[in-house]
């Protein structure tokens, strides 16, 4: 019931964005742990791997679902009871909610170091760890100010310059075709991720790809804040993230379309950016080139999918 309540809300994208998304999974596998009756370990596991798969079916591209899937569901690892198996769920849900809303501010305390007082910072969509990297920096006195795209078709836009209203910060609000015009005015670009490939391509909203291509062009610096739950183990062989489609009546309502018979709407939620157009990605273990990815992936998430153990360790870069 909570797990197809959540599972529900993440599909509906009442519950959206990369990190938002992994806590809520990994809140909701606990809070299925601690309601669960099994008396017996591998009823227990039966259960939770049903609950885990629901989960995973919702939204395909962020990875940062299934990782946070995987990390909580190794809480059942070595168990030898039901109860040892409910206890191994709580603690590492508990513990991934508390390292992504720790990541989050310690990607601000990095992120916010590139930027310089005085910069004007174009962002695409509504991420939170991004959010958090130019609201630190107004916050530590430098002088920004700020252009948020609409993002069509959800107008994620609209909660961005909410919360960059409610901080105070200068915004200009941009139809997503508008950035071309606008990338001269802007030193610096700074968006979120729903993935990162091992070759430090960065999956994330639709129209991503074409605000970086817009930024090289005009030789601005691209800047994505990613924690590190976000990068793809599975893509070490060069396979590929897969790209959600939704409904085309998010972009043209039904009674419109339905008068267009040689019309198909086509809606890809997210696209892909190559490594060459980004700069920095900003993760909670520090900053590092896109070329660099492969060893977040070896050394906080390991090589192989399911072996997330490692992931909620310490360590890091210095020099962030
Ligand atoms: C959200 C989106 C965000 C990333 C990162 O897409 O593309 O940029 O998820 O967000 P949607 P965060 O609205 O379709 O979920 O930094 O908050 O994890």
Redesign the pocket.
């Known amino acids: 019931m909570i797990v197809a309540e959540t599972a529900d809300k993440i599909k509906r ?1 009442e519950i ?5 998304i992994a806590r809520a999974a990994a809140e909701a596998l606990r809070d299925h742990a601690l309601a669960d009756r099994a008396t017996t370990s591998e009823a227990f596991r039966h259960d939770m791997e049903l609950a885990a798969s629901t989960l995973l079916r919702t939204r395909p591209t ?1 990875v940062s679902l299934p990782n946070a899937v995987h990390m909580v569901m190794a809480g059942i690892e070595r168990a030898k009871t039901a109860d040892e198996a409910k206890a191994g769920i709580v603690s590492r849900a508990d513990e991934f909610v508390r390292s992504s809303q720790h990541a989050v501010e310690q990607i601000a305390v990095f992120g916010s170091r590139h930027i310089r007082d005085g910069d004007t910072i174009l962002t695409h ?6 959010l958090s990297c130019i609201i630190a920096a107004h916050r530590e006195g430098k002088e920004i100010e700020v252009f948020a795209t609409e993002v069509r078709p ?1 107008n ?1 836009g609209l909660v961005t310059i909410r919360t960059l209203n409610d901080a105070g910060i200068k915004t200009n609000f941009i139809v997503d075709s508008a950035v071309r015009s606008f990338i001269h005015d802007v030193d610096l670009v700074v ?4 993935a990162v490939t091992v070759n430090g391509a960065v999956v ?2 639709i129209g991503t790809s074409q605000v970086a291509h817009a930024a090289v062009e005009a030789r601005v610096n691209v800047m994505v ?1 990613a924690e590190t739950y976000k990068f793809a183990p599975r893509t070490t062989l060069g396979e590929l993230i897969e790209i959600e489609e939704r409904s085309g009546s998010e972009v043209l309502p039904d009674e419109i379309a339905k008068t267009l018979p040689h019309v198909t709407v086509r809606n890809p ?2 696209d892909v950016t190559p490594a060459e157009y980004i700069d920095l990605i900003v993760t909670e273990k520090g900053a590092i080139p896109p070329q660099m990815a492969y060893v977040i992936i070896r050394d906080y998430l390991g090589w192989e999918i399911g072996e997330f153990s490692a992931v909620l360790g310490t360590g890091g870069f210095s020099g962030a």
Not at 191 to 194: E, M, N, P, S
């Open positions: 994208m959206r964005g990369a990190g938002r962020a969509c509504n991420s939170e760890a991004a959800r994620q968006i979120g991720a729903d994330n909203k804040a939620a997210f």
